[in-house]
C-alpha cells in the first residue's frame, strides 16, 4: 500500500507518533491494538525506522493494513496534518518536537506516554495543552506518576510476533533453549556479574561432578560411574540488544563463555525468534527503579513471544497483571541459577500453559488499550 499524501493524512483522526529509534516495540504494540482503526489512523516513526533499517517495517506490514509515515520536519508547519487525537510515544525524550507538533496539529486530546515516573520534563509537557491524558505501561508507574500529582491511565498493548524455534533440516522443530535477557546491553541496568558468578559455581559443579564419575568408571566400572549423582546442566544464555557504544562489547569471564550466545542490533523477527525460542526471559535488573518508577521492555517481550519471565515475588508486585500463571516464579532464597534450572527441567505441558496465559492477556490487554483511544475519538468527534 502506498503511503498516503499529505490531503489523506489531513482526514486522518488519530496519530500516532514517536520520534525516536527506540521504543519500537512499544508502537507495534500500538498498531496491533488499532489493527481495526487503521484506515482511521496516522503512524508516525523516524527515518530510520520508517525506511526499515531496523527490521520493524518489515514485520508490521505483513499483519498491519496501514502504513508508516515519516515525522514531518519541523522547519514548516505546512507538513503536519490535523489530527483529532495525538498520541506520543516518546514525549518525555522528545518535548521541544512534541510542542511543535501540538502546535501544528491542533488535536482535541494529547496522549502522553510516560515511561518514567521520575522524568523532569512532566510539568513542561503538560503545560502543551489543555486536554492531556498521560498513560503508563504498568500500574506500578501509574502509582508513582499519582504520587507526583499527575492522573494517569495504564495503558499496555503488545504485538503478536509469532515467533519460535527454527525448523531443522530433517523437518522437526528445535525444542526451546536457554533463557534470553533482552534489551540495551549495559551493565548498569543488568545484573551479569552476579549471574556470572552462579553460572561458575554451577560449571564448577558439572565439572567437578563429570570428575568424580570419571574416577569412579576407572575404579569400578560403568556401574560404579551410574550411581554417582549428576547434577542439571548448567543454563545456556542469549543476551540480546544495543550496544551502550558500538565498540564497547559485555565482557564475559571465559568460565562461562560457552554457555552465552550474544546477538546484537539483529532485526525484529530473527529478535522475537530468539526470545520465543528460550524457556523464560530473565529481567536482571540490576537497581529498583523498574520496580517502581520504570517500565520494563522485558515485559512486553515476554506479551509479544509468549516466552514467559522467571522473576521473584517483588517483580509481581510490580506489574500486577502478571501472576504465576504467566511467569515462572523464582522462590524467596532460590538462587538465579537453580531457578533456571528448575524451569528447564519442567514438562512441556507447563511451559504451553503459560505460553497460553501470556498470548490470553495480550489479547485482553489489547482490546482495552483500543477501546481506551475509541473512546478518546468519540469524545473528540473523530
Not at 219 to 228: C, I, P, Q
Not at 288 to 298: D, H, I, N, R, V
Not at 313 to 327: M, P, V
Request: proline share 7%; charged share 20%; with cysteine.
Amino acid at each position: 500500500m502506498a503511503a498516503p499524501a499529505q490531503g489523506e493524512a489531513l482526514s486522518r483522526p488519530l496519530a500516532i507518533v514517536n520520534t525516536q529509534i527506540y521504543h519500537s516495540e512499544v508502537v507495534m504494540g500500538t498498531l496491533d491494538a488499532l489493527r481495526p482503526l487503521a484506515p482511521r489512523t496516522a503512524v508516525y516513526v523516524h527515518p530510520r525506522v520508517e525506511e526499515g533499517k531496523d527490521g520493524l517495517r518489515d514485520v508490521v506490514r505483513r499483519m498491519y493494513p496501514g502504513d508508516l509515515l515519516r515525522i514531518p520536519p519541523r522547519n514548516s508547519t505546512d507538513f503536519v496534518a490535523g489530527h483529532k487525537v495525538a498520541f506520543f510515544i516518546s514525549p518525555g525524550n522528545s518535548p521541544e518536537y512534541t510542542r511543535f507538533f501540538i502546535n501544528a496539529s491542533r488535536p482535541h486530546t494529547v496522549v502522553l506516554m510516560i515511561h518514567n515516573a521520575d522524568d523532569p520534563n512532566l510539568p513542561r509537557l503538560m503545560a502543551m495543552h489543555s486536554r492531556i491524558r498521560l498513560v503508563a505501561l504498568s500500574p506500578h508507574v501509574v502509582a508513582a506518576l499519582q504520587r507526583r500529582g499527575f492522573e494517569a491511565t495504564w495503558w499496555l498493548a503488545a504485538w503478536p510476533a509469532y515467533a519460535g524455534c527454527p525448523t531443522l533440516r530433517n523437518g522437526t522443530v528445535r525444542e526451546p533453549w536457554g533463557f534470553a535477557c533482552q534489551g540495551r546491553i549495559d551493565s548498569r541496568r543488568r545484573s551479569y556479574d552476579t549471574l556470572w558468578a552462579e553460572l561458575k559455581r554451577a560449571v564448577e559443579t558439572e565439572e567437578a561432578a563429570a570428575a568424580a564419575r570419571a574416577r569412579a568408571k576407572s575404579k569400578g566400572g560403568a556401574a560404579a560411574a551410574a550411581k554417582l549423582a549428576v547434577p542439571p546442566p548448567a543454563p545456556r544464555l542469549k543476551i540480546l540488544g544495543r550496544l551502550v557504544k558500538p565498540d564497547m562489547e559485555l565482557p564475559v569471564p571465559s568460565a562461562v563463555r560457552r554457555l552465552v550466545t550474544m546477538v546484537t542490533y539483529a532485526p525484529y523477527k530473527q529478535f522475537f525468534n530468539y526470545i520465543a525460542c528460550s524457556h523464560a526471559l530473565l529481567p536482571l535488573f540490576a537497581n529498583e527503579s523498574y520496580l517502581t518508577t520504570k517500565f520494563s521492555s522485558t515485559v512486553l517481550a515476554s506479551l509479544s513471544t509468549e516466552t514467559p519471565v522467571l522473576a521473584d515475588r517483588a517483580f509481581l508486585a510490580a506489574y500486577t497483571f502478571l501472576d504465576e500463571r504467566s511467569i515462572y516464579l523464582q522462590a524467596e532464597g532460590e538462587g538465579l541459577v537453580a531457578a533456571m534450572q528448575r524451569v528447564q527441567a519442567m514438562p512441556a505441558a507447563e511451559h504451553a500453559a503459560r505460553r497460553s496465559a501470556l498470548a490470553l492477556l495480550r489479547d485482553k490487554l489489547n482490546a482495552a488499550a483500543r477501546a481506551f483511544l475509541e473512546g478518546l475519538l468519540a469524545e473528540a468527534g473523530g
